[in-house]
């Protein structure tokens, strides 16, 4: 699997990114008369069935059988989704914030408060967190295996400017009660928004993460709701992104101490 891996059913979530740029500098300052932008992501059509895996190592810890949901939906409202407001240099701090993956899997994201996102992936129950979330260029990202057996940490960006090749960042062990650093590179990222994480010992062990310059994000939650708040007025382009479903764009105008409703509507086969 060395070099490049297959696209595990995501090159239509990739394909629509084409060349972007990743890097760019951020400065926190206080926003003054800042706007909302609240919404709903929603999903019509036939919800893709859940992969089944049987579980060939470390059954004492990871379980005999395990599932992953690439997409999730409740009442016709889809979780998961990345939303993302594009060209904002200035403006409110990071947030700390948690997001666990789904049982039986433990695996929490751990995001800082600050200046930086400081993404921080504590893997549980054979699970490195929840299947989507966000990630820095140029900032160290902390695993912490809290699990008895090893993982063999895989990670892969897009090589190509159509996201139809992906290629592989780091490749290592990743031994029970450690801590290991790896840092995802704006030079590595600059033709992709996005970073699978992958276990190459539990092939169910899997993750996607959209690349983020700003703390101007947010992720639908199970009725499909999501808020980004204090933001400094103006027009900008907002994206919401699912790694099985592709990418929505339309541009928002956010007004001095107002609030922007935007929808998103994804669908299936």
Request: charged share 20%; proline share 4%; glycine share 12%.
């Amino acid at each position: 699997m060395k070099g490049k891996v297959c696209c595990l059913g995501l090159v239509c979530a990739l394909a629509v990114l084409g060349s972007v740029s990743v890097a760019g500098a951020y400065d926190v300052r206080e926003v003054e008369g800042g706007g909302t932008i609240s919404g709903r992501v929603s999903f019509e059509g036939t919800v893709p069935p859940s992969k089944q895996f049987q579980v060939k190592k470390d059954q004492e810890v990871c379980g005999t059988e395990r599932s992953v949901h690439e997409v999730s939906v409740s009442d016709g409202w889809l979780k998961g989704a990345v939303v993302v407001l594009e060209g904002v240099t200035s403006g409110k701090q990071f947030v700390s914030a948690h997001s666990r993956g789904e049982e039986p899997g433990e695996g929490v994201f751990h995001y800082g408060e600050g200046t930086h996102l400081s993404l921080e992936i504590l893997t549980k129950g054979c699970n490195f967190g929840p299947f989507t979330g966000v990630l820095a260029a140029d900032e160290p990202v902390r695993f912490l295996n809290h699990d008895r057996v090893k993982h063999i940490l895989h990670t892969v960006s897009s090589k190509d400017d159509k996201g139809l090749i992906l290629r592989t960042v780091h490749n290592r062990e990743i031994r029970p009660d450690t801590v290991v650093e790896e840092t995802f590179t704006a030079g590595v990222l600059k033709m992709s928004h996005v970073v699978g994480v992958h276990c190459n010992r539990h092939d169910f062990m899997q993750s996607w993460l959209y690349v983020v310059t700003s703390p101007y994000y947010a992720i639908s939650d199970r009725e499909g709701g999501f808020t980004i708040d204090q933001v400094p007025p103006g027009q900008y382009e907002l994206i919401a992104w699912h790694p099985a479903l592709g990418l929505k764009r339309q541009t928002v105008t956010v007004s001095q101490g107002d609030r922007a409703e935007v929808t998103f509507a994804f669908s299936g086969k």
